[in-house]
């Protein structure tokens, strides 16, 4: 008897943590950390990416690279659809919330300049990144 007893505690009190955990989680969402703020560029071939990064907004641009034309729209991650949340290790997890469409970010240094390295890699396959420059 005793051992249904502790049995049934030990279960009431995971579920309870369970239920608790998402919403202590939830309650830093909409806001990005103060070290990710700033304006953010990289560039591929053709094109150079922007991200400003606001308290409660992020904005992504895509532009073609010599000519400074906006190659696609605007995406917009306001306070009702952003995640941020520390991971560890000094990475932040930034994203859509409610998705899995979140990527580490971490704040650093490279000679001497700010930058935020953007670590891709997922399950296990490889380690890609991207290197953010402020502007």
Not at 51 to 80: F, G, Q
Not at 90 to 114: I, N, Q, R, T
């Amino acid at each position: 008897m005793k051992k249904v007893v502790y049995f049934i505690l030990m279960a009431l009190s995971v579920g309870v943590f369970l239920l608790a955990s998402p919403q202590i989680a939830s309650a830093k969402n909409g806001t990005t950390p103060t070290s990710l703020r700033g304006r953010w560029y990289h560039n591929t071939r053709t094109e150079r990416e922007v991200m400003v990064v606001k308290p409660h907004l992020i904005v992504y641009s895509t532009y073609k690279k010599h000519t400074n034309h906006k190659v696609r729209a605007d995406n917009y991650l306001n306070r009702d659809r952003l995640y941020s949340a520390y991971a560890g290790k000094g990475y932040w997890e930034v994203g859509l919330k409610e998705s899995d469409a979140v990527s580490d970010f971490k704040p650093m240094k490279y000679h001497g300049k700010k930058i935020l390295y953007q670590h891709l890699g997922f399950f296990g396959y490889g380690h890609r990144h991207i290197i953010w420059h402020h502007f």
